[in-house]
């Protein structure tokens, strides 16, 4: 039997069928997710996704057990996407511990509770850089922290919340190590090394909590859903490094000389 789980949010973003089926049995299981509040209060919701491409049977019986909050700073245009990370990523945890705040621009008057998030001296935000840590490295060095934020989109969106925004200049900023390759591999990544949302909140939330049985439960659900899409006829897709690097890119190349050179970087292996 499906099961039917809670979620704490006022808005619902609902997770699209993986094809145009409407008819048949639907699950009784809640992908719509938070959006989010600060505030908790229940609700409940379904999928209506086709019993035979429910994903319910992927996700954990339970919600996850960990001390670590997630902070989902999602750009409002992953919103509209169909094949988004965070719903599944969500569903994995509890409410309180996954929190999604939606917008391009946070301030301290508009999200005080954010703010004081930020400044808590155990907040980590997840975004690589030349001065970021390695969170392995910083994990074996100090206790598990108890927030971590994490910014949904794409790497341009996400760059400009990052650069745009002082309050995410105040935590710690931590990286993850390009040791693995992303299986989110119906949607096309920068690099061969790029992580969904989901992907990174995974492989940190095993790192912060020495757990490493947490990112195979969170990656199950998303392995499913790609395994749904390819057998309804979408294509794997390779990240634009690996295109580029084997002749298959056959896109025109920009004539921006800034995204140009992002590709000429790309194709000599300098991290960008």
């Not at 979620?7 to 048949?24: C, K, N, R, Y």
């Not at 996954?98 to 005080?112: H, Q, S, T």
């Amino acid at each position: 039997m499906p099961r039917k789980k809670s979620f704490v949010a006022p808005i619902l973003i609902h997770l699209l069928l993986v094809t145009g089926e409407t008819s048949g049995k639907a699950c009784n299981f809640a992908t719509s997710v938070v959006v989010v509040s600060f505030e908790s209060q229940s609700s409940e919701a379904y999928c209506c996704r086709p019993q035979k491409v429910c994903l319910c049977p992927f996700l954990p019986v339970h919600p996850l057990k960990v001390s670590t909050c997630l902070y989902i700073i999602q750009h409002p245009a992953e919103e509209s996407r169909v094949l988004r990370t965070v719903p599944l990523l969500a569903a994995c945890l509890p409410p309180e511990k996954c929190k999604i705040l939606v917008g391009r621009r946070f301030n301290e008057d508009r999200y005080p509770e954010l703010a004081t998030v930020c400044r808590n001296p155990n907040t980590l935000i997840l975004y690589p850089g030349a001065e970021a840590t390695d969170l392995e490295e910083f994990a074996v060095m100090s206790s598990s922290p108890s927030v971590m934020i994490i910014i949904d989109g794409t790497w341009s969106q996400a760059k400009d919340i990052f650069y745009k925004n002082a309050l995410f200049r105040l935590p710690k900023q931590v990286q993850l190590k390009p040791s693995i390759s992303s299986q989110y591999v119906i949607r096309t990544q920068p690099t061969n090394t790029c992580l969904s949302t989901l992907e990174c909140a995974a492989v940190a939330l095993s790192i912060l909590e020495k757990n490493k049985s947490i990112q195979e439960t969170i990656l199950h659900p998303l392995q499913a859903l790609c395994s749904f899409q390819l057998q309804h006829g979408a294509q794997i897709h390779h990240s634009k490094e690996h295109l580029l690097k084997n002749g298959l890119y056959d896109k025109p190349m920009p004539k921006n000389k800034r995204k140009l050179r992002r590709m000429e970087l790309l194709v000599n292996n300098v991290k960008i």
